[in-house]
């Protein structure tokens, strides 16, 4: 009876480093899970308060959820690069800080689909804006990029192409081209990535992800349609479509997409 007692010792205190590694293991898993959950948040509230900012014209403030190295494309206009280029494009096209009398400039977000890469230092959101301003109705559709920076989030590549675009009569009867590089100041550092048109011919910006369910990647049509940086058939126009492809959902969910 004692040598089994103390067999049962022995085989208990063997068992007890497993046990205390498996839980150790367990409390990493989940601190990994909330880590990864309070990053999804944090990139959609950025995303929000960008949203919130250019209601109120608050150019500075919206600036400042960039990284310096930051890339901004925003309908038709081409890519500007650097947090300090954000700045000059939004106070040059629209004006100086502030609200202002007579300006109505809603930008209503929904649709988010974040995702977290497993290192958890870049992260993603494909979500869509419905804009409301004096200007007229529009409808960009977002695949954004965000860096994390010594624990804080910030937008790394904003890209919005439009799906549609209007003068307040409606998209029935009046559906608008959307800006173009020399619609108005300031000019932009490069031609366009994406070169699309807007309702009522189609574009599907591509997935920065696979079909979450069956992992297949969806090739949306690439056609180049839309946009100019300079006349069709002009060389520096071929040149300017191989400029700065999107993702095109090859990659795992929650990984890099292919620059």
Do not use: C
């Not at 600036?63 to 081409?78: P, Q, W």
Request: a negative charge.
């Amino acid at each position: 009876m004692i040598a089994a007692a103390l067999l049962a010792a022995v085989a208990s205190t063997a068992a007890a480093p497993a046990l205390a590694q498996s839980a150790a293991e367990r409390l990493a898993e989940l601190d990994a899970r909330i880590t990864r959950l309070e990053d999804m948040n944090q990139i959609e509230r950025l995303q929000r308060a960008y949203g919130y900012f250019v209601d109120k014209g608050q150019w500075t403030q919206l600036s400042e959820l960039f990284t310096d190295d930051a890339t901004l494309e925003i309908g038709g206009k081409g890519l500007f690069l650097g947090k300090k280029r954000v700045l000059e494009y939004m106070q040059t096209a629209f004006g100086p800080d502030g609200a202002k009398e007579g300006v109505l400039a809603n930008h209503m977000q929904f649709q988010s689909i974040p995702d977290i890469a497993a290192d958890g230092t870049r992260g993603w959101v494909r979500s869509r804006a419905y804009v409301m301003s004096i200007g007229g109705w529009g409808l960009p559709l977002y695949e954004n990029e965000y860096r994390k920076e010594n624990g804080v989030w910030k937008i790394s590549r904003l890209t919005g192409p439009f799906t549609m675009y209007t003068n307040w009569d409606g998209w029935g009867k009046n559906a608008l081209n959307n800006t173009w590089p020399d619609k108005f100041d300031p000019p932009p550092d490069l031609p366009p990535s994406t070169i699309y048109l807007t309702y009522p011919a189609y574009y599907i910006i591509p997935f920065h992800y696979p079909n979450p369910v069956t992992g297949k990647v969806f090739r949306p049509d690439r056609d180049e349609v839309g946009a100019y940086h300079r006349p069709p058939g002009t060389q520096e126009q071929i040149d300017a479509l191989k400029v700065g492809r999107m993702a095109d959902g090859s990659q795992p969910i929650g990984a890099p997409p292919k620059d």
